[in-house]
């Protein structure tokens, strides 16, 4: 098979810590020839294009698509320009796997989904934690009622932000679309969605003020067959994991572990499982397959499983319909936000915070 070729739009950090390695083995094996790399920084795509023999650098995505035919385009540009350059990707007939955030908004979502429909392309999301085995063995559990009918859940994950980011766009509503939410909460809601289905937002609260963008979240949640809660930090270490409770067993998976998690039945005792769910890694329809350990690992098998939508008709694991439902729960979480509470504040300055939200000064 002719290796794909490739265009990468944003050459930043996600791109050098996360996906850099994933692509090079790519190349190296055929999978892709990375033949255009687009940054508004040229310097920033040129110490990439060192690497790969066919690469040309471009600071507008309009000039490489001109330029030569392009089989899939990787998008990882500032949220805010995901839309335009997915849909201008799509339009010149190439299919695209885009990070996350799939856009910041939920009328942009439904324009690459109906743009996907109409082109026949493929549009995948980078939603990695999807292959997270843990993850993916206690939905198959929840899903065979081995926790019972009815379930609750606490999801919390939170440390210090240390993103070594290459420009101030995270931290702008306008360019990011939010915060933690739409950071960290777009991989937390999607694994909540993987797990229980389609969600109901029946609050939330955030510490975001006028100009700014939240570094905490609270968010109550309620599904099908489960409820609880989703707390998410930017700048306080939290006791990360998913705890879930059924009146049948109880489990937790931790966020750092994800090839184990803990059981336990009625009057039982805590048990540590494995998880060994695994995944294609390679273009044979029934080649090699493989478990990961950990989120770099998932972040390679995301990119085959976008390589295999396009070359054996497979879906991804997160295209942009199932991704444009996460995109809508952000957004009405925004709309339902109140202010969080801060207990160390008095009750003066509670006061002060409250009215300087950012929904009460909008």
């Keep these: 098979m002719k290796p794909i070729a490739l265009c990468i739009v944003g050459c930043g950090a996600v791109v050098a810590d996360l996906h850099m390695p994933v692509v090079e083995s790519l190349q190296r094996k055929g999978a892709v020839n990375v033949v255009a790399l687009v940054d508004n920084q040229k310097d920033r795509a040129g110490r990439f294009a060192r690497k790969f023999r066919d690469a040309k650098v471009y600071d507008k995505l309009d000039e490489a698509i001109q330029s030569k035919p392009i089989g899939l385009t990787f998008v990882a540009s500032p949220p805010g320009l995901h839309a335009e350059h997915v849909l201008a990707a799509l339009n010149a007939g190439s299919h695209v796997l885009v990070e996350k955030p799939m856009v910041t908004n939920s009328i942009d979502a439904q324009r690459l989904v109906d743009a996907s429909r109409k082109k026949g392309l493929v549009t995948a999301v980078g939603l990695p934690r999807r292959y997270y085995p843990h993850v993916a063995e206690v939905a198959e559990r929840i899903a065979n009622g081995d926790f019972g009918p009815r379930l609750t859940f606490r999801y919390r994950e ?14 702008r509503r306008e360019k990011a679309g939010g915060g933690v939410l739409m950071d960290k909460g777009v991989h937390a809601l999607d694994v909540l969605e993987q797990l229980f289905g389609a969600v109901k937002i029946k609050g939330c609260r955030d510490d975001s003020q006028s100009g700014g963008v939240e570094c905490n979240a609270l968010l109550d949640l309620e599904y099908v067959r489960a409820e609880g809660q989703l ?8 006791n990360n994991g998913i705890w879930v409770s059924g009146e049948k067993a109880d489990a937790y998976l931790a966020l750092e572990t994800i090839h184990t998690y ?12 494995p998880a060994q769910k695994d995944w294609p890694n390679s273009l044979t329809p029934n080649g090699p397959r493989k478990s990961p350990s950990d989120y770099y690992q998932c972040i390679g ?4 499983g976008a390589l295999r939508a396009i070359a054996l008709g497979e879906p991804p694991a997160v295209d942009a319909e199932r991704a ?3 995109i809508r729960a952000i957004e009405s979480s925004y709309r ?3 202010s969080l509470v801060l207990p160390w504040l008095s009750r003066p300055e509670q006061v002060t915070s409250q009215k300087l939200h950012w929904r009460a000064a909008a």
């Design 324 to 326: 444009s439902q996460v």
């Design 231 to 238: 707390q998410l930090s930017w700048d306080q270490p939290l």
């Design 336 to 338: 339902q936000s109140q």
């Design 301 to 304: 098998l995301q990119w085959w």
């Design 158 to 171: 939170g440390g210090s932000f240390g993103w070594p980011v290459a420009s101030d766009a995270v931290f």
């Design 262 to 273: 803990r059981w336990r039945e009625p009057k039982g005792t805590w048990k540590v499982l």
